[in-house]
């Protein structure tokens, strides 16, 4: 039997316990967080579109229109009309013949991978991959070939290994805690040469990247080439929720075979809505991705120009500040905090042990300004922890 109380106490002196902090008012640039105004550093709601007032509008006229709760599974009676138009929508906004509504991503990823491997099967995953592919691999039963980060050749040397039980390869496209890209042209071709499927977590490169925010895949010019693309509603599209984007008949086998969906209630009409007005606003203001990008342009060249040396793909609203021992990450988030910047420490098992981290996510709706002024006192910050600027270095991507 697990002791929680030696496990929490143990987490504690290790500087791994963790707590929920807690936020009043929307996911705007500035929140009053525990109490106290401070600037958002580390909300994935990209676009600022979780507190449009048009998103939320049109998720408050859903709540009246359709109800709080969809009710039931989406195989029971829970895929209302709402449901299917985000899919129509969705669909059409990936290039693809169909998409298929998940709870959220972390249902998505397991359901996908779970169902696209099995027992005797072998899945190729990366070792930073997020959690929730990690759970699919185990949950598949299928022998799990974890290669070194964004590595093809190690990839490769598994590929061939395998001798024919390949079953997919699966990746983030844009890795959540570095920000930096898969090698997505590589992955196309090593699937198409090693004749298994290929599987894109598009959860931190939908709405950010690509032509019309379409993605990582769709920036690497391979969105033909990809098998099966993750995408989750609750970041960039301001909502909740997941959706996987594939051919007919690729939905047709999820639908059957993914328990996530299947045995998870459908997504809440209001969430529902809040993403197809997000959708719109998407598609409608391809500006919005720009913005997002120039001040994650902004924010990185604001940490060199205080000292930091900052990783991570130089496109993207995910910028590390990896400081090494938690208890340092944790040291510097307080001192942020004292400074007014909220930049969640992330520690093990989430990253790497000894790669410790303030994981900063830029939105659409920081202000030039504010980016700089908290560049500026992130670096006070970390001085104040008791490590300078200069002596870290990102991890190697
Ligand atoms: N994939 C990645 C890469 C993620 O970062 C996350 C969320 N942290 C998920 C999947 C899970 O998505 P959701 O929050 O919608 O469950």
Not at 125 to 138: K, Q, T, Y
Not at 219 to 245: C, H, M, Q, R
Not at 252 to 274: C, D, K, Q
Not at 312 to 334: M, N, Y
Request: glycine share 10%; hydrophobic share 45%; net charge negative.
């Amino acid at each position: 039997m697990i002791e929680i109380e030696a496990r929490l106490d143990e987490l504690e002196q290790l500087g791994l316990a963790r707590r929920t902090r807690l936020v009043s008012g929307p996911q705007g640039p500035r929140v009053v967080l525990d109490g106290k105004p401070v600037l958002l550093l580390c909300s994935n709601n990209y676009l600022g579109l979780a507190d449009h007032p048009a998103v939320r509008e049109a998720a408050a006229d859903a709540a009246m229109r359709w109800g709080v709760g969809s009710g039931a599974s989406r195989l029971v009676s829970g895929t209302m009309t709402i449901h299917r138009r985000l899919e129509e929508r969705l669909a059409s906004f990936e290039r693809r013949q169909a998409a298929l509504l998940f709870g959220s991503g972390y249902l998505a990823n397991v359901g996908v991978v779970s169902s696209l491997a099995r027992a005797g099967d072998v899945v190729f995953s990366d070792e930073l991959n997020h959690a929730s592919i990690v759970d699919g691999c185990r949950l598949s039963r299928a022998d799990v070939f974890i290669y070194e980060h964004g590595d093809v050749e190690h990839l490769e040397w598994g590929l061939r290994e395998a001798d024919g039980r390949g079953a997919l390869i699966v990746t983030d496209g844009v890795f959540s805690m570095d920000g930096d890209v898969a090698p997505l042209p590589e992955l196309v071709d090593l699937a198409q040469r090693y004749d298994v499927r290929l599987v894109v977590d598009e959860a931190h490169g939908t709405g950010t990247l690509g032509p019309g925010g379409r993605g990582a895949v769709a920036d690497a010019g391979v969105e033909d080439e990809v098998d099966v693309i993750v995408g989750t509603l609750g970041k960039a599209l301001g909502s909740y929720g997941a959706y996987v984007a594939c051919d007919l008949q690729m939905a047709r086998y999820l639908t059957n075979a993914a328990r996530a969906l299947i045995y998870s209630t459908a997504p809440a009409p209001p969430a529902v809505a809040g993403a197809l007005a997000a959708l719109s606003l998407l598609e409608e203001q391809p500006r919005r991705v720009e913005k997002l990008q120039a001040n994650a342009a902004l924010l990185r060249s604001e940490l060199a120009g205080q000292g930091f040396e900052v990783s991570g793909g130089a496109c993207t609203p995910i910028v590390p500040l990896v400081l090494g021992d938690a208890a340092v990450a944790l040291r510097t988030c307080e001192k942020a905090l004292e400074r007014g910047v909220f930049a969640q420490a992330i520690r093990p098992p989430t990253v790497p042990s000894g790669t410790s981290r303030l994981r900063l996510t830029v939105m659409a709706s920081h202000s030039k300004s504010e980016l700089r002024d908290a560049a500026r006192a992130l670096a006070q910050a970390a001085k104040a922890a008791g490590v300078q600027p200069e002596e870290l270095h990102p991890p190697q991507a």
